[in-house]
């Protein structure tokens, strides 16, 4: 249970189909997803069953944020988790119930044994960026161009999905010194890509615009990554968002 707040909510496993089936419901109220779009409670269930994550956060009987997670392993044969999916209903935002999801998420994995959480964002969402990045310790070195296709969700405005991977190295330096409150040193900033603060707007209101700066943005992530870069940082301003790539590496 956390402090200030979020003390009246309570954070705990989902094993329960009533549970699942909320959890789906969340999924229309926070994306606006059309039927065939939404994650099903079957996929819950498995998740639940073969190693994975549901989780939730509650105010009193009415659940306000789920997150899931599903086993995955890479071609080297290292075992993972990919953190598919985190909600939070509107009215329960900016106030830490995401990271707390997200470290309950971490000391779960790190006791089964796990190093990577890997999940997927848009780039176009620069406070979700500067949470992944500079709350939790996570870096990028990986750029999907329309992953999931266009979407009924109005988050996406039409849009392609081009999407980010954020790793997450759980018990790594990084990750240990930032949620510990002493960062390591960041690696020098070779390269920079801004966003617009105001794309959301933009997406709305000029979609032929919106897409020309979500290719540019899309063009430099891909150059920068062949480059052997990754996204180490991320400020914020008034006017952008800004990743920050450096030279990083990791054991993996």
Request: glycine share 10%; proline share 4%.
């Amino acid at each position: 249970m956390a402090a200030g707040e979020n003390a009246g909510l309570e954070l705990r496993a989902l094993t329960t189909i009533p549970e699942f089936e909320e959890a789906v419901e969340l999924q229309k109220v926070i994306w606006g997803f059309a039927d065939i779009e939404l994650l099903p409670r079957r996929l819950f269930v498995v998740a639940n069953k073969i190693g994975g994550q549901t989780l939730g956060a509650f105010d009193g009987s009415r659940m306000v944020a789920f997150l899931i997670a599903i086993p995955g392993v890479k071609q080297n044969g290292s075992h993972y988790l990919h953190s598919h999916m985190l909600g939070t209903l509107k009215e329960y935002r900016d106030r830490g119930l995401g990271r707390q999801l997200k470290l309950m998420q971490r000391e779960d994995a790190l006791r089964r044994g796990f190093r990577l959480v890997e999940w997927t964002f848009d780039p176009l969402e620069i406070k979700n960026a500067f949470f992944n990045m500079e709350r939790l310790g996570a870096i990028v070195r990986r750029f999907v161009p329309n992953q999931y296709g266009t979407t009924s969700s109005h988050l996406h405005g039409g849009l392609p999905t081009d999407r980010c991977v954020a790793e997450w190295w759980i018990d790594s330096p990084r990750v240990n010194g930032l949620l510990g409150g002493a960062p390591e040193p960041r690696p020098a900033v070779e390269a920079r890509i801004r966003v617009p603060a105001d794309i959301a707007g933009l997406r709305a209101e000029d979609a032929r615009q919106a897409r020309a700066v979500q290719q540019e943005i899309s063009d430099q992530f891909q150059l920068h990554f062949r480059a052997g870069l990754a996204v180490v940082g991320f400020e914020s301003s008034a006017e952008a968002g800004t990743y920050l790539l450096g030279k990083y590496a990791v054991s993996d």
